[in-house]
């Protein structure tokens, strides 16, 4: 499981602020996901932690969520 406020602190410890990181962390927050079984929809759930599967965005911050440090580019 990934865990939001990491990979948060890991993007600012890259120098990564602003907009784009109002953006990523508004995309982590209030996440929500319904599961279907045959025919039948159930209730809503909230995602707590982890990502949300089938986005862009998803695929690119699981890596960074793996590493430890992250070097700066100079």
């Given at each position: 499981?990934?865990?939001?406020?990491?990979?948060?602190?890991?993007?600012?410890?890259?120098?990564?602020?602003?907009?784009?990181?109002?953006?990523?962390?508004?995309?982590?927050?209030?996440?929500?996901?319904?599961v279907?079984?045959?025919?039948?929809?159930?209730?809503?759930?909230?995602?707590?932690?982890?990502?949300?599967?089938?986005?862009?965005?998803?695929?690119?911050?699981?890596?960074?969520?793996?590493?430890?440090?992250?070097?700066?580019?100079?």
């Amino acid at each position: 499981m990934v865990w939001r406020e990491r990979i948060l602190k890991i993007l600012q410890t890259c120098d990564i602020n602003g907009n784009l990181l109002i953006f990523i962390r508004n995309f982590l927050t209030n996440r929500s996901f319904n599961v279907k079984i045959n025919d039948q929809l159930l209730s809503s759930h909230t995602l707590v932690n982890g990502l949300s599967q089938g986005s862009v965005i998803s695929v690119t911050l699981i890596p960074s969520s793996h590493k430890r440090h992250m070097s700066k580019s100079s």
